[in-house]
């Protein structure tokens, strides 16, 4: 999910913008002049936060619907918007099904509703989707713990690890689109005896 705050707030920050940004901005709200019957036209700066400060990266404008913040976008050459919702939950490898409503052009309440429902939506699925992971990966984890074997070289969050017995090395890492990376490998040389054993 990415920050946003007000310009105004940013200039507190010590954020400064350069007549390009100025001029960029102006481009954004002029193009959305259609909206300002329905909605609040409110330019944001984007910026990450790390070394204990915000590091700002640029101005976006957003529209407030009924009081659900929105980012209008288009191609460059195109004369109606798509939308996206300022609060977003990132899921990685996320995919959906469900089918968005028309780009609007002219915008209308039905219109702008029927993108916020959608949006919103889409939403509830990543929430399913991060749940299901989560469920897969304490299953996953589980049947580690309730095995007794020793996890070797675990990572901090658990999520990577061998298992070291005296045949086999067994390695896992669950990655962040919920994958889990599991494989086996024979650590022991032995004859044709050694393996027909280790087979039954």
Same mark, same amino acid.
């Given at each position: *999910?990415?920050n ?10 010590? &954020? ?8 960029? *901005?102006?481009?954004?709200?002029k ?12 330019? *944001? ?37 798509? &939308? +996206?919702?300022?609060e ?29 429902e ?14 299901e ?18 996890? +070797?070289?675990q990572?901090?969050? =658990? ?11 067994? +390695? ?16 022991? +040389? =032995? ?10």
């Open positions: *999910m990415k946003y705050i007000t310009l105004e707030l940013a200039k507190n920050y010590g &954020f400064e913008w350069t007549k390009y940004t100025t001029d960029r *901005m102006n481009e954004q709200i193009a959305l002049e259609n909206f300002k019957d329905l909605c609040t036209i409110i330019p *944001m700066v984007n910026y990450s936060e790390y070394d204990d400060k915000k590091h700002f990266e640029h101005i976006t404008v957003f529209i407030d619907f009924k009081g659900v913040l929105l980012r209008p976008y288009k191609r460059y050459n195109e004369k109606s918007f798509e &939308f +996206s919702l300022a977003s939950l990132y899921v990685p490898s996320f995919n959906h099904n469900l089918e968005a409503p028309q780009k609007v052009g002219k915008p209308t309440e039905k219109k702008l509703l029927a993108w916020i959608y949006l919103q939506n889409v939403e509830l699925l990543k929430i399913e989707k991060i749940n992971r989560k469920n897969k990966e304490t299953e996953f984890l589980d049947k580690i713990k309730n095995s007794g074997l020793k996890v +070797s070289h990572s901090n969050d =658990g999520k990577r690890g061998y298992i070291i017995t005296e045949f086999f090395e067994f +390695s896992f890492e669950i990655l962040n689109d919920g994958y889990i990376n599991q494989s086996i490998r024979l650590t022991k +040389s =032995g004859t044709i005896d050694t393996f027909l054993e280790l087979i039954k």
